[in-house]
């Protein structure tokens, strides 16, 4: 199945479930989350359009023990959901991932920020 097809058949599929362990347990089953098949990405998106705050959809996805590219799903959901709902990435998980990273969020927003104001401009 083409991956766009893919993404809007199963997003649309989890208004059919009660709860996001069920919900991930079907992506797991007709999706998958494998790297190989590039399920993970359609997973990933699934889950970023989904609405489902991180501080539910990432612990679910980190209590799986299967052999998955969970690490891919978990990095695709996380910037959609930062992109879609900015404030419910909590705060002391972006200063880790600064920390970790060394640098600044904030900044680099503000450099990304400038290079596209001086590309318009060109």
């Known amino acids: 199945m083409e991956a766009g097809r893919a993404i809007l058949e199963h997003s649309a599929a989890a208004d059919r479930f009660a709860t996001l362990p069920k919900y991930v347990d079907?992506?797991?089953?007709t999706v998958g989350m494998a790297v190989a098949a590039r399920s993970s990405a359609v997973a990933g998106i699934c889950l970023g359009v989904s609405g489902h705050p991180p501080r539910e959809v990432l612990p679910v996805l980190l209590r799986r023990r299967a052999r998955w590219d969970l690490d891919s799903v978990a990095a695709i959901y996380g910037g959609l959901a930062g992109a879609f709902t900015p404030d419910a990435i909590p705060g002391a998980w972006?200063?880790?991932?600064?920390t970790?990273?060394?640098?600044?969020?904030?900044?680099?927003?503000?450099?990304?920020h400038t290079i596209r104001l001086r590309r318009h401009r060109e």
């Open 26 to 29: 079907y992506l797991e089953d």
């Open 94 to 98: 972006a200063a880790r991932v600064e």
């Open 100 to 112: 970790y990273a060394g640098s600044s969020f904030t900044q680099l927003a503000h450099d990304l």
